[in-house]
């Protein structure tokens, strides 16, 4: 089974940053996106950042212009450097993986466990 663990998350000032990690192990054939989505208490979890395989990149507007999602040479892991954070910007973060296990499978998706993320001063 594929696994992704989130880290990097924690309680920052606003106007700070944090930069978030996420790895990936397993029996990984290919990666075809790696997302960041965060979810805060009442609300829908929504999509913050995607990166696919061609290395483009997309970005929620609200959130456009302060961070970046990035990954290794590997693929095998992905961050996201979180700038000029907001309260607004306080989530459970969680990592997406959309891989393929083998030449001929399609492609699934993996969770993360979540890292907290608090901007508060």
């Given at each position: 089974q594929v696994q992704l663990v989130a880290s990097?998350?924690?309680?920052?000032?606003?106007?700070?940053?944090?930069?978030?990690?996420?790895?990936?192990?397993?029996?990984?054939?290919?990666?075809?996106?790696?997302?960041?989505?965060?979810?805060?208490?009442?609300?829908?979890?929504?999509?913050?950042?995607?990166?696919?395989?061609?290395?483009?990149?997309?970005?929620?507007?609200?959130?456009?212009?302060?961070?970046t999602i990035s990954g290794d040479g590997a693929k095998n892991t992905v961050y996201l450097q979180m700038n000029s954070l907001k309260p607004e910007d306080t989530a459970v973060y969680y990592c997406n993986a959309e891989v393929k296990l083998d030449k001929y499978s399609t492609y699934s998706s993996f969770w993360g466990q979540g890292t907290q993320v608090t901007v508060s001063s």
């Open positions: 990097g998350g924690g309680l920052v000032q606003p106007g700070g940053s944090l930069r978030l990690s996420c790895a990936a192990s397993g029996s990984i054939f290919s990666v075809h996106a790696m997302r960041w989505y965060r979810q805060a208490p009442g609300k829908q979890r929504e999509l913050v950042a995607s990166m696919t395989s061609g290395d483009s990149s997309n970005y929620a507007d609200s959130v456009k212009g302060r961070f």
